[in-house]
């Protein structure tokens, strides 16, 4: 379903992305698509996109098919119409922000180009010409992730877990939290592109030792990347890697990371759960260049010989009284 767009004439912008123009109200789209009407209001707004009053005609075929594809997979058992809502959610939120980006995009190259960016209609045409080439590569991402994530599932070597409802899961994960160390102070002396460089470089640098290290990336926000891995000894070679890479970059501060192994909830996209927070706070206690480890993590890597593991004093934390961290280190034959 679109949003209003602004700048562009009346259903120029649908006209070219979506292959329609708006003639659709909200009621229209609700009974064509045969879902109730309050349903596609709250699909609408779970998807993020601003209110419209009930006689505008903003929509176009395009959102009714969305709204008949949704009522598919309800039918067919794979989502539940509460979950809808959740999913639409999740959708709205990274889509948008891959939907910002490419438009930021378009903009730069329209300001690089000067005087010889084109106008109106011959950049609506351009846009047009080069949509199926963005949706064939981001549908080959999207399906490389399918198969990344779907793969253990599909195998004899069932993933160990449980099912919590609506998109959830439960599993044994370690969870990794990294941070640019003095980074509010540091931005107080760049100009927006020098932070935009840095923020560039330290998601490139933390991107690549996390799939490095077999682990994934969960979300990066600002100067903080949150990301998991199947195994203590992945999560403890990306903790460390991250430290060492950052050490040796003169274009980026310190790095710190805290690092937790326990049940972890997963939930369209995102992790929750004890695990998570508790990766937050060592983070936070942790020194500059250093990785923080909770005493569960500790316990997987025992008797590793690539790590060495000194427990500290008991912190108090927001939310943990006395949590426990453990200094992780190369052993000698990590170094």
């Not at 549908?139 to 004899?156: C, F, K, Q, S």
């Amino acid at each position: 379903m679109s949003g209003e767009p602004a700048g562009a004439g009346p259903g120029i912008v649908e006209e070219v992305l979506l292959g329609g123009g708006r003639v659709w109200t909200r009621r229209d789209v609700a009974a064509r698509a045969g879902v109730e009407f309050e349903r596609a209001v709250r699909v609408w707004r779970a998807l993020g996109f601003p209110a419209v009053d009930d006689d505008a005609r903003v929509f176009t075929d395009a959102d009714v098919e969305a709204l008949r594809a949704g009522e598919r997979l309800i039918t067919a058992g794979l989502i539940t119409e509460h979950s809808e809502a959740l999913m639409a959610r999740a959708l709205g939120h990274h889509l948008s922000r891959l939907a910002d980006w490419q438009v930021d995009t378009l903009r730069d190259w329209m300001g690089q180009a000067g005087d010889t960016a084109p106008g109106r209609d011959a950049l609506l045409a351009h846009m047009a010409a080069l949509l199926p080439e963005i949706e064939r590569l981001q549908r080959y991402v999207w399906r490389r992730h399918l198969v990344a994530h779907a793969g253990p599932l599909l195998t004899e070597e069932r993933e160990d877990g449980s099912v919590a409802g609506d998109g959830a899961h439960v599993r044994e994960r370690a969870v990794g939290f990294t941070d640019m160390v003095g980074y509010t102070r540091m931005t107080r002396g760049l100009d927006g592109a020098e932070l935009v460089g840095v923020l560039d470089r330290f998601e490139t640098m933390t991107g690549d030792v996390v799939a490095e290290g077999r682990g994934q990336v969960v979300k990066t926000i600002g100067d903080e990347v949150l990301f998991v891995c199947e195994s203590a000894a992945d999560a403890a070679g990306i903790g460390l890697e991250l430290s060492a890479r950052a050490q040796a970059d003169p274009k980026l501060p310190q790095v710190r990371t805290g690092l937790a192994h326990g049940p972890v909830i997963g939930r369209f996209g995102d992790v929750y759960g004890a695990a998570v927070n508790v990766a937050a706070r060592l983070t936070a206690v942790a020194r500059p260049a250093s990785v923080l480890v909770n005493t569960a993590l500790a316990g997987e890597l025992a008797g590793v010989a690539a790590y060495t593991l000194r427990p500290l004093r008991p912190v108090s934390v927001r939310g943990y009284s006395r949590l426990r961290p453990v200094l992780l280190r190369r052993g000698r034959s990590g170094s």
